[in-house]
């Protein structure tokens, strides 16, 4: 029989071996390698301590005695045999979970956020009191809050941000816009907004957004507000048409 007393067990240096080696690999390395790569490193990797441990008939006494329900190891052994016994499943089954949980996948056609618009929407007259940002009515822009607030902060969040407590559910064809970004509404004209507020693009094959038109819900007016709101909220300015 070994003596569990001299030294660290083979079966308690083979699981740090095997431990080690994924967490070299997956967390520690820079870059981290990717997981069918770690995968693929591990089986040489188990291979090589497997072949470590039959060598010896005293190794494989060890290894025997590390994962019976009667082993005689100390007790700082013994604790993280028992802890190995538990996570190592509880790992192989996160493992397996992350494979195969249903993930978003990206739109098989290019996506484009701003398509050409019809041209009523170029020709658009945007109402004198909703023209000129920098004339904008502060109470126009508080009522346009309250209707933002109502309607699109769960999508689009209430710091305009894109991040809405239900944003995170929508990911296909595109997440809810990020108000914020120089990409987004600065580099729209008014009209161009107006129109992808009151149509939506749920229908629309061509804008390809899981937002709903409004123009149903609100009235013209409100609208605007609401576009005026969001441009002040994002601390961004419309562009012209050019």
């Not at 195969?100 to 019809?118: A, D, I, M, N, R």
């Amino acid at each position: 029989m070994s003596d569990h007393n001299k030294g660290i067990p083979s079966a308690v240096l083979a699981v740090l071996i095997v431990i080690g080696s994924y967490v070299l690999m997956r967390f520690v390395a820079e870059p981290p390698l990717p997981s069918t790569l770690t995968n693929f490193f591990m089986m040489f990797v188990i291979a090589g301590v497997i072949i470590h441990i039959t060598l010896e008939d005293q190794r494989i006494e060890e290894f025997l005695d590390f994962i019976s329900f009667r082993s005689s190891l100390p007790i700082i052994w013994s604790t993280l045999r028992v802890a190995v016994l538990v996570l190592l499943p509880v790992f192989i089954a996160y493992n397996v979970y992350s494979k195969e949980k249903v993930t978003y996948s990206p739109p098989g056609e290019l996506f484009q956020p701003h398509v050409t618009p019809p041209q009523w929407v170029v020709d658009l007259k945007v109402p004198e009191w909703a023209a000129a940002p920098d004339k904008w009515d502060a109470k126009l822009i508080e009522e346009g809050r309250i209707i933002y607030e109502d309607n699109c902060l769960p999508c689009h969040g209430k710091e305009a941000d894109g991040k809405g407590p239900v944003a995170h559910a929508i990911r296909y064809p595109a997440a809810p816009t990020n108000f914020k970004e120089p990409g987004t509404i600065a580099q729209l004209p008014l009209a161009y907004v107006y129109w992808r507020v009151r149509d939506g693009g749920i229908f629309d094959k061509q804008f390809n957004s899981a937002m709903p038109g409004w123009g149903e819900e609100l009235e013209d007016d409100e609208m605007w507000k609401v576009i005026m709101y969001t441009y002040h909220k994002a601390g961004v300015k419309p562009r012209t048409w050019e």
